[in-house]
């Protein structure tokens, strides 16, 4: 199959080109008009599919209690935002749910169908190793000291599938657990957190890759004592996720993040819950963003589609660093870029074709267009 359009993102620009589609990859990418095209997008922008690695749930599927059945509907659902892979995130739970839901999550990823929605790349683990000053909406009553041993013990009944976990870098333990973890593969961010500046260096120090949710779940930033926030804009290899509905983080505030990770170091999160998209729940959302009763945030009603304009339309970003952070950035960062991120010969065949404003018009999961957009 071949399809193509005069604005192509290759090499972090838009331009004229065809794309040869096989086997659930891209074959070959030629110049535009070069051979008989299936399908041409004319004007329309061909991306590369977006990826979102913090996500807990959407429309009554959740990742924290998953069945077979919710977590399919939520990988069909998500090529509607131009999402073709993310990762399915936990939340702090008692060890009892912990350990279903990693053995259930174990066995949706090992028998997902390929072109069938979006693929889960793994699992990301928000919880339980954070502070209780800044847990946010998570529960109170299951925080527990970091234990490498625990967290292990998960990654086994996943089948190895935890890709990545929070730390608070000041938890006690921390300076143990994130090296042990770290050396066995599973990527560690640094958030619900208290910790001053030099502690979130320290957390690099011990093998921390990111940040979580940039700006919320951490002591605001001050002049004087710039806390993990500082730390996450001034430490240069540092990975930084960000909620991109102007909620979470004002929009200004977003650009100086973006500003300051280039388009390099910006990852575009969610952050949503199971009440995505749950009439029941809309006497929760406000503006875009659910909030309890007291007023804390606790999760976004964000399509990624809309983030990725928003970082570059609203948060006055370049186009580059808005696309990478929902691309290239997160598969670089899970070390899924030898398959993911770019439209590359030999790279799957995961795409999204949107007009200007970032509304989807198609989107290919393995080479498949999904149909039930």
């Known amino acids: 199959m071949i399809i193509q359009s005069r604005n192509v993102w290759l090499h972090e620009q838009l331009v004229p080109a065809e794309i040869e589609l096989e086997d659930g990859t891209v074959k070959g990418i030629h110049d535009y008009g070069s051979a008989s095209a299936d399908v041409d997008y004319e004007d329309k922008w061909i991306l590369p599919g977006f990826i979102d690695i913090h996500t807990h749930g959407w429309n009554k599927a959740d990742a924290g209690h998953p069945d077979k059945a919710a977590m399919n509907r939520w990988r069909r659902h998500m090529p509607a935002e131009g999402v073709t892979s993310f990762l399915a995130t936990t939340a702090t739970q008692s060890r009892t749910e912990n350990e279903a839901a990693f053995a259930v999550l174990g066995d949706v990823i090992d028998t ?49 599938h935890i890709c990545t976990v929070i730390c608070a870098p000041e938890c006690e333990g921390a300076e143990h657990f994130i090296p042990e973890v770290t050396g066995h593969g599973i990527r560690v961010g640094l958030g619900h957190s208290a ?141 899924f870029d030898n398959r993911k991120g770019s439209i590359e010969e030999g790279k799957d065949a995961d795409l999204v074709v949107t007009d200007p404003d970032l509304k989807v018009c198609a989107t290919y999961c393995a080479g498949v267009l999904q149909e039930d957009q």
């Not at 190793?129 to 086994?156: M, W």
């Not at 690099?204 to 940039?214: D, F, I, N, P």
């Not at 875009?288 to 990624?304: E, I, N, P, R």
């Not at 304009?309 to 952070?325: F, G």
């Open 112 to 160: 997902q169908k390929k072109g069938e929605g979006a693929e889960i790349l793994g699992i990301h683990v928000e919880g339980n190793y954070i502070s209780f000053t800044c847990r946010g909406a998570q529960d109170p009553y299951n925080i527990v000291k970091p234990d490498p041993d625990e967290l292990l013990h998960y990654d086994e009944l996943s089948h190895h």
């Open 195 to 335: 910790a001053d500046y030099d502690t979130g260096m320290k957390g690099v120090e011990w093998g921390a890759t990111s940040t979580v949710h940039t700006g919320n779940g951490m002591l605001p930033f001050h002049h004087r004592r710039p806390g993990l926030f500082g730390a996450a804009l001034c430490n240069p290899d540092l990975y930084c996720e960000i909620i991109g509905d102007g909620h979470h983080v004002a929009f200004p505030t977003a650009h100086i993040i973006g500003t300051m990770k280039g388009k390099d170091r910006l990852m575009l999160v969610t952050d949503s819950l199971p009440l995505k998209d749950d009439p029941a729940y809309d006497y929760m959302c406000h503006d875009g963003a659910y909030m309890l009763a007291d007023g804390t945030l606790c999760g976004s009603h964000l399509y990624v589609n809309q983030g990725v304009y928003n970082l570059h339309r609203r948060a006055d970003l370049p186009l580059v660093t808005a696309i990478n952070a929902a691309t290239i950035n997160p598969a670089r960062y899970l070390g």
